[in-house]
């Protein structure tokens, strides 16, 4: 039991509840509805040392960052941190933390479950079944699509993709990958460009974080590179994707079909990729298991501990790996 610390953190909006329970158990806690300046009281701007938040959905940018003076520490929550201007916050000696590695094998997982149904239509076939379709009407047509001999190609070999390439070797499938550099050590076939990568496999599986430089990214272009074979796998961000032109690629038949479980405006699923039978969706569920979210939880209050314990930081983002706790 950790004694209690003289310490304010803020949550702005909603945050997990195991994370805000053991935040308030050890420090001081004040809560706003939202990411927004102007909810922000006199006391909060001068007393908060940390934020905890989901820092994926809401901006939380220069404007709320220098209305807290005395801020030390962002601890978001989840490994991507898009709407955290990482940066910006950086340059100011505030650390910002996210929670790696703790969600890598149940996001790889659900990628799997997520390939699967979509080469071997199993949401449909249950459908199906649930339907009275099997007794009424026979076996549920043979799939066009299979998992033998695919060519998977992952457009971001990090923690996760990494994983997702222990799992597909496993079943059997050849594997390339595109990152910005290649990883050094690592044997499978490296591109230096999407589209490169898009053109060499039959099955694109994407797992690089949003943010400007990924915006889009995957657009028509890359859709026609994968060819009417293709499947294309999004477990990585919406907003890394052209959401119109995949429509189209899955319609016009440019590929054959897709399993995502991100959306560029999510909640909001755009209603063309819905009427899509050959699109498989599923709501941003890739770590959400009570196991993995209960740990990417423990993860952000015990990086707000170990900073003002021990004036280190558990998991730095890459931006802010070089600030260091004053005092
Ligand atoms: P990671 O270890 O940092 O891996 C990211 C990979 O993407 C790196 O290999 C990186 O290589 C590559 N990359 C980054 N920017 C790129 C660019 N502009 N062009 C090409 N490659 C690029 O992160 P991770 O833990 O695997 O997580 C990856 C992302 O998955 C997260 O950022 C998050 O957005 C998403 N995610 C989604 C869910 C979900 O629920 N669906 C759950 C967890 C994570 P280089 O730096 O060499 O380019
Ligand atoms: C969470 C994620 O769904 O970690 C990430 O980057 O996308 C997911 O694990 C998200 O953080 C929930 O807010």
């Known amino acids: 039991m950790i004694a209690k610390l003289p310490l304010t953190i803020l949550v702005p909006g909603p945050l997990h509840e195991r994370s805000v329970l053991r935040i308030d158990e050890t420090f ?9 300046p102007a909810l922000l009281t006199p006391e909060m701007k001068h007393d908060v040392r940390g934020v905890a938040a989901s820092g994926f959905r809401e901006p939380l940018d220069a404007a709320f960052i220098d209305a807290l003076p005395n801020l030390e520490i962002i601890a978001s ?4 941190y898009d709407a955290v201007d990482a940066g910006y916050a950086g340059g100011k000696g505030i650390m910002v933390t996210n929670t790696p590695d703790v969600l890598t094998e149940e996001v790889a997982d659900t990628a799997l479950g997520l390939l699967i149904n979509t080469v071997r239509e199993l949401p449909r076939a249950e459908a199906y079944l649930r339907a009275g379709r099997w007794e009424r009407e026979g076996s549920y047509p043979l799939t066009p699509m299979t998992l033998r001999g695919r060519r998977a190609g992952i457009f971001g070999m990090g923690r996760i993709g990494m994983a997702i390439a222990r799992r597909l070797e496993a079943f059997g499938l050849s594997i390339a990958y595109h990152n910005r550099r290649p990883v050094e050590g690592l044997a499978y076939p490296y591109y230096p460009s999407l589209e490169e990568l898009a053109e060499a496999v039959d099955t694109l599986i994407s797992v690089v974080p949003g943010g400007a430089a990924t915006e889009k990214i995957v657009d028509a272009r890359i859709f026609k590179a994968l060819g009417a074979d293709g499947v294309f796998i999004n477990i990585g961000r919406g907003s890394t994707v052209d959401e119109d032109a995949l429509a189209e690629a899955l319609r016009e038949g440019i590929i054959r079909a897709a399993g995502l479980d991100v959306f560029a405006n999510e909640p909001h699923v755009p209603q063309a990729l819905i009427d899509l039978p050959n699109a498989v969706l599923l709501p941003h569920v890739a770590s959400a298991s009570v196991h993995t979210r209960n740990a990417m939880a423990d993860l952000v209050v ?18 802010t790996a070089q600030v260091t706790a004053k005092g």
Request: zero cysteines; hydrophobic letters at 45%.
């Open 302 to 319: 015990d990086n707000l501990i170990s900073w003002f314990s021990d004036r280190k930081a558990l998991t730095p983002v890459a931006e």
């Open 28 to 36: 001081r806690i004040v809560r706003i509805d939202r990411v927004d």
């Open 77 to 80: 929550f989840g490994v991507g």
